[in-house]
């Protein structure tokens, strides 16, 4: 492991609390590529100042009212490594294997299926059917079986007439019927995409589902799969649980760092109950680096994104397990308090991003996206801290703390800070 150092402020003789660095007050590092970003916590002497929760708009009046979500939801869904490569077996073995790694036990509880599980036409009563070759005990025996390894059962449908796959029907004009079909099944989680729509506002169509689940009779998660084309995130804490701010990711730098991007100016629509979600981590599926992937997971963490990541977990390597397994970065993602890091300085290639944190901490990630060496400077005003708080700062990656005062400054290069 490369070495790393940091010019740090000015120190007092106390310490007044605690900075999340990735380098998270908590301070967390992360590497990028051809750089690194950190992340780090902290908690400065007189407490966040810049932090102006004015802009924070959802409200529990305005909330879906299924009463759950309170933070974003963290588990698994087939479609960014299978595609449409999935049975019952797949599913059953993905169960087992979330417990048997201990990912479950870290709150990663959905197990979702996503597009391609039906036959693609409904059966003489309109019904939605399992396809018999893939899944021939039944969508019931199976969410069963993943009930009974203490987990959650998520399932895929469409606002349309059709799936993006176009292999199965999609639920539009077939809410009612589906919301209980699912229900009957014990479905915990409902993602519902956007193709084949008539045309039809999005609004309406995910208004429509969402009523229907609220009449099934069971609490079914809600993720409005919209690809951010009708602005969801102003109006998606009424209708769904979450909301897609972006188009599908796809398993590259460049695709990853662009939905990072498009979310965070949807930052102030988040919050206990509803999420923005730039669509699911990549991290193992091989197109990116370790040090990539660990950008991927910090940033999502940060910006209190939906931690469903998509990997094989009956192969993942242990770098995937290990970014996956970190738990004081998933203790970020998951705060109470519920606020949405976004960036707060740019300077070409070299961004601050930050967020607080309940108990007056704040994570922030420094982000090198450039492809050479260069210092990233935190000035504690950047990050919502008194200019003159004196704080401790945990790295979260590497676990070690450290007494900081004024700012930080790191010289990312290649993945790491020197």
Not at 144 to 162: N, P
Not at 323 to 340: F, H, R, T, Y
């Amino acid at each position: 492991m490369k070495k790393r150092s940091a010019e740090m402020g000015e120190s007092g003789m106390n310490s007044w609390g605690l900075f999340v660095m990735i380098t998270m007050i908590m301070v967390m590092v992360v590497g990028v590529r051809e750089g690194m970003g950190m992340m780090m916590s902290f908690r400065g002497s007189k407490g966040l100042q810049n932090c102006d929760h004015s802009t924070h708009t959802t409200s529990w009046k305005t909330l879906l009212a299924n009463g759950i979500a309170y933070t974003p939801q963290m588990g698994w869904n087939s479609w960014n490594h299978f595609r449409c490569n999935i049975d019952e077996n797949l599913i059953k073995e993905t169960a087992d294997a979330m417990v048997s790694s201990g990912l479950a036990a870290l709150g990663y509880h959905y197990v979702n299926l996503d597009d391609c599980w039906g036959e693609p036409n409904r059966d003489s009563e309109g019904n939605l059917v399992a396809k018999h070759s893939a899944f021939p005990s039944g969508i019931k025996a199976l969410a069963d079986y993943v009930h009974s390894k203490g987990l959650k059962f998520g399932i895929y449908s469409d606002a349309g007439t059709q799936t993006c796959s176009k292999t199965m029907p999609g639920s539009l004009d077939h809410e009612e019927q589906d919301a209980k079909t699912f229900a009957s099944w014990e479905v915990d989680y409902l993602k519902y995409d956007n193709c084949g729509n008539n045309g039809i506002s999005a609004k309406e169509r995910y208004t429509r589902m969402s009523k229907a689940l609220l009449n099934s009779g069971r609490v079914i998660f809600f993720s409005l799969c919209e690809w951010g084309q009708e602005d969801p995130a102003t109006w998606g804490k009424e209708v769904g649980n979450s909301w897609r701010t972006t188009g599908d990711i796809e398993d590259n730098w460049n695709s990853m760092t662009s939905r990072a991007d498009e979310n965070d100016k949807w930052a102030a629509h988040a919050g206990p109950g509803g999420w923005n979600d730039p669509d699911m981590l990549e991290v193992g599926n091989g197109g990116m680096t370790t040090e990539e992937y660990r950008c991927h997971f910090s940033i999502w963490a940060l910006a209190k994104a939906p931690l469903l990541f998509g990997c094989d977990v009956r192969s993942m390597d242990c770098s995937t397990l290990e970014l996956l397994s970190n738990e004081e970065v998933i203790a970020v993602n998951q705060d109470e308090l519920g606020v949405q890091g976004r960036k707060v300085k740019k300077d070409g290639d070299l961004e601050v991003w930050a967020g607080p944190l309940s108990g007056n901490r704040v994570a922030v990630v420094l982000w090198n996206r450039g492809s050479s060496q260069a210092g990233i400077t935190a000035n504690w005003s950047d990050v919502g801290l008194s200019p003159s708080a004196v704080v401790d700062a945990r790295d979260l990656w590497a676990a070690f703390n450290s007494n900081i005062g004024s700012r930080i400054t790191l010289c990312p290069s290649g993945f790491s800070c020197l």
